[in-house]
């Protein structure tokens, strides 16, 4: 059974930074999926932030393009989200997903909370 564990949250000013990760366990071919962030502010609906495919072909949604970078070490499954020039607006839940497109399954991680606030 795959587990995702995400870890880094935290309270920080705007203008800062935070680094997310994500460590999958119970995965072999954890090389192969498709891993991506997800982030679900209050009283809004779980957006996809980035998405790192399994040859590093990455992607983000308009609003944190320049400023988020996902990244993933297969060497150790796991998958990073730098964030920079943080604004109040990028504070919610942050969620990891695999995406093993070849059984047609999805596993998510429980979330870290990110708070951007002075």
């Known amino acids: 059974q795959v587990q995702l564990v995400e870890s880094g949250g935290g309270l920080v000013q705007p203008g800062g930074s935070l680094s997310l990760s994500c460590a999958a366990s119970?995965?072999?071919?954890?090389?192969?999926?498709?891993m991506r962030w997800y982030r679900q502010a209050p009283g809004k609906q779980r957006e996809l932030v980035a998405s790192?495919?399994?040859?590093?072909?990455?992607d983000y949604v308009d609003s944190v393009k320049g400023r988020f970078t996902i990244s993933r070490d297969n060497a150790k499954n796991t998958v990073s989200l730098q964030m920079k020039s943080l604004e109040p607006e990028d504070t919610a839940v942050y969620y990891c997903?695999?995406?093993?497109?070849?059984?047609?399954?999805?596993?998510w991680g429980k979330g870290t909370l990110v708070t951007v606030s002075s």
């Open positions: 119970g995965s072999t071919f954890f090389s192969i999926y498709t």
């Open positions: 997903k695999l995406e093993d497109f070849a059984r047609a399954m999805s596993y």
């Open positions: 790192i495919t399994g040859d590093f072909r990455t």
